[in-house]
Nanobody
Framework: VQLQASGGGLVQAGGSLRLSCAAS????????MGWYRQAPSKERELVAV????????????NYADSVLGRFIISRDNAKNTVYLQMKSLEPEDTAVYYC???????????????WGQGTLVTVSS
């Protein structure tokens, strides 16, 4: 199982970016998916998380207070992909962003957390 994140880059304050993270490999199901970030000299923190949802339900979401109203997390279960739409970016959002997914490799086995390689987001003032 691999998680491949993309979409980071350099943006001016007030700008927008969209991160993507796709899961690949062989697995039975993906439960929650989310994004974390780690700024220099700081601990990794949760940014947003989304549950699996269903055909008629997008999944429940949870956000860090610092990004509420500016970031939106979504997922496409058919593509095994989670997205993070970021707008009104601030210099304080500068960090390496990591995607995370709770994946059940085989039916009957407990799920485990997997991590992407990280993508750098730099917001200039």
């Amino acid at each position: 199982v691999q998680l491949q994140a993309s979409g980071g880059g350099l943006v001016q304050a007030g700008g927008s970016l969209r991160l993507s993270c796709a899961a690949s490999g062989r697995f039975a199901s993906i439960n929650y998916m989310g994004w974390y970030r780690q700024a220099p000299s700081k601990e990794r923190e949760l940014v947003a998380v989304i549950s699996r949802g269903s055909t008629n339900y997008a999944g429940s979401t949870n956000y860090a207070d610092s990004v509420l109203g500016r970031f939106i997390i979504s997922r496409d279960n058919a593509k095994n992909t989670v997205y993070l739409q970021m707008k009104s970016l601030e210099p304080e959002d500068t960090a390496v962003y990591y995607c995370n997914a709770n994946i059940r490799v085989r039916w009957g086995r407990d799920p485990s957390d997997y991590w992407g390689q990280g993508t750098l987001v730099t917001v200039s003032s």
